[in-house]
């Protein structure tokens, strides 16, 4: 009978009959219910977002990288419909959950999303019903917590009866290269038959699914993933202080080091780390390790450097303002882009953020402009994009390059601007020239 099981979901998933549901409508989720539904699959959309939900069955994205248009179109062909109400899992076959994992304040992991969609997802998890979960999570999460929850209020045995697989996100937000599609897909399931079927599923709708042999190391490479780019970027992001102390220009250094054909690969400084999943998901195996009495140094070593980096900018500001004989307090400063990364609205961890938030403790006026962000709420403060960029520029005692959006017309920022603080080389060689720019 269990054989039997299996071998139906193959085959629904196959000829694209199984009703596949996606559990999460963010960033992540979005993109993977328009890469289903374009292979041929029917996709049930499940958010507690009503907005959302709406949205998406008036056939409108409200993601960047998901063109409104195809999401009509698999709206008006019957393939997308969005819902609040978990109960129409009864009469889905697949489902991935791309639910947040965010940190809590105190530095731990918050799995309340996980584990609330998990409980509701339990209560209509049935045979021939394969799982995966997507939301980037510490290595064990899927089988010490998704598993016996699914287990034991149905009574159902992964791997005969059910399918549960980690398949991590690789979604970077802005990207026309790499997208949902393209990227490839690893998959770990709780047992070998979990893995073949979640395998079997994805490599309906993806390009290329890499099968792993259990759901740990596909958790696992997630995280080595982030923690390998988290690390860099704070190397970088140390080396960029150093030369600071130094009076040597980072960015040389590093264009230079870059010309080597082999065993470097380049990595670039900033005002620190931003987006979901570097600045977030190293910590996450950080903490884990602290339950086994390990201490994950290298990654403990890094945040530390990549949290402080907005101080830095500002104590550059600061420095570069008391060179022109002017207080910090009280002086006009613009801050030029505001999303975690250049030409999209994501605005998750940005170090605009703290930024703002550091130089108006220190007495600043601050303003902001980006042309992706309208508005900034965080904290206690809430700001509106300046709308004449040109103008609030040459009325300003400094503007500090946070996000380098290709958009900006940066010689007439540099035309127009009293002083400049650089964070990202947005100015490049004409930056380096110029005695009104401060590089970081």
Request: with cysteine; hydrophobic share 40%.
């Amino acid at each position: 009978m269990t054989d039997q099981t299996k071998t139906t979901l193959l085959q629904q998933l196959k000829d694209r009959t199984a009703v596949v549901a996606v559990v999460g409508l963010g960033y992540v989720g979005l993109p993977l219910v328009v890469v289903f539904g374009n292979a041929g699959f029917k996709v049930v959309g499940i958010d507690l977002d009503t907005a959302k939900v709406d949205s998406l069955n008036r056939g409108v994205s409200y993601i960047q990288d998901v063109p409104t248009a195809d999401v009509k179109r698999l709206v008006d062909a019957g393939l997308l419909t969005a819902t609040t109400d978990f109960s129409v899992l009864r009469d889905v076959q697949a489902v991935s959950i791309c639910v947040p994992t965010p940190l809590k304040k105190t530095g731990d992991p918050d799995l309340s999303y996980i584990i609330n969609a998990t409980d509701e997802l339990a209560k209509y998890v049935h045979a021939g019903m394969v799982i995966t979960l997507e939301s980037t999570t510490y290595p064990g999460t899927t089988r010490e917590l998704i598993l016996p929850r699914l287990s034991e209020c149905c009574g159902l045995t992964a791997g005969q009866d059910f399918f549960l697989a980690f398949s991590p996100e690789r979604v970077d937000p802005g990207r026309k290269d790499w997208t949902t599609l393209n990227t490839p897909k690893v998959v770990g399931g709780i047992t070998p038959d979990c893995s073949e079927v979640a395998a079997a599923w994805y490599s309906q709708a993806l390009k290329t699914v890499i099968r792993v042999s259990s759901a740990e190391v596909a958790e696992m490479t997630k995280l080595l993933e982030n923690t390998f780019r988290m690390i860099n970027i704070g190397l970088v992001n140390e080396l960029a202080l150093i030369c600071n102390r130094l009076g040597v220009d980072v960015w040389e250094v590093i264009d230079a080091a870059g010309t080597k054909p082999f065993g470097f690969m380049k990595f670039t400084p900033g005002p620190g780390l931003g987006g979901h999943c570097i600045p977030i998901d190293p910590l996450y195996l950080s903490w884990k390790m602290k339950s086994l009495n390990y201490n994950a140094r290298f990654i403990e070593l890094a945040s530390e450097i990549n949290t402080n980096m907005p101080r830095f900018v500002v104590s550059r500001v600061q420095d570069a303002l008391n060179d022109r004989s002017l207080a910090l307090k009280g002086s006009r400063i613009l801050v030029l882009g505001a999303s975690y990364k250049p030409d999209i609205d994501d605005l998750r961890e940005s170090p605009a953020l703290d930024v703002i938030g550091l130089l108006m403790a220190k007495g600043a006026q601050v303003d902001y402009h980006d042309p992706y962000i309208p508005t900034l709420k965080h904290d206690s403060w809430e700001k509106v994009s300046v709308p004449d960029l040109k103008n609030a520029i040459r009325a300003v005692d400094c503007v500090v390059i946070v996000t380098n959006h290709s958009q900006y017309d940066y010689a007439m920022l540099l035309e127009n601007a009293k002083l400049i603080v650089d964070t990202r080389n947005a100015l490049g060689n004409a930056g380096r020239e110029s005695d009104k720019v401060v590089r970081l």
